[in-house]
């Protein structure tokens, strides 16, 4: 009796550790699913809007850069050498204004894409969550980012969460 006791409580501890460590995963290309939705258009035109006024601003330092040196080239025979140094320094110091713009701008765009992308970002993530919970996912791997080098079998929810955002789901994405 003793033996089948001890018998039965180590078959249900294996059943119940089996039970627990069985863990459910699922993948999703959040990429795909971030350009599908309807809110990407307009942070995508919004962002290229801002880039457009950058680069312009970019384009109109450079030509204004780029008349002073011809001015310059032209004119530098007749310049004594107090305005010669004086006309160098102001070609340097635009220049380094150009450089320190332009990277200025890059560093600007990010955060200005951060910002409008962000809200969309959260959205996404908040319904892969909830299809997660929903169907008790215990991980969810972004296929977009690479680092899955190798997985066993797991579901593609990307048709789930594209349901839960209201997207029409296209064909089948890659992952």
């Not at 801002?50 to 384009?59: G, K, R, T, W």
């Not at 310059?72 to 310049?79: D, E, K, L, P």
């Not at 050498?81 to 600007?108: H, P, V, W, Y």
């Amino acid at each position: 009796m003793k033996k089948a006791i001890i018998t039965f409580l180590i078959a249900g501890l294996s059943i119940f550790a089996f039970s627990a460590s069985a863990q459910k995963l699922a993948h999703i290309n959040l990429d795909s699913l971030l350009r599908s939705m309807p809110e990407s258009d307009s942070a995508r035109k919004t962002g290229q809007g801002h880039y457009q006024m950058l680069e312009s601003e970019v384009e109109s330092m450079q030509k204004e850069y780029q008349q002073k040196v011809q001015d310059y080239q032209a004119h530098q025979n007749t310049y004594t050498e107090l305005i010669k140094n004086t006309k160098q320094q102001e070609i340097q110091d635009m220049g380094q204004r150009i450089q320190a713009f332009q990277t200025s701008a890059q560093q600007d765009l990010q955060r200005f894409n951060d910002s409008i992308t962000k809200s969309i970002i959260t959205k996404a993530k908040d319904a892969i969550k909830k299809v997660a919970q929903e169907h008790y996912y215990t991980y969810v791997f972004d296929t977009s980012s690479g680092i899955v080098l190798y997985s066993e079998d797991s579901d593609d929810i990307y048709a789930m969460v594209a349901e839960k955002l209201g997207i029409k789901a296209a064909a089948k994405k890659s992952s």
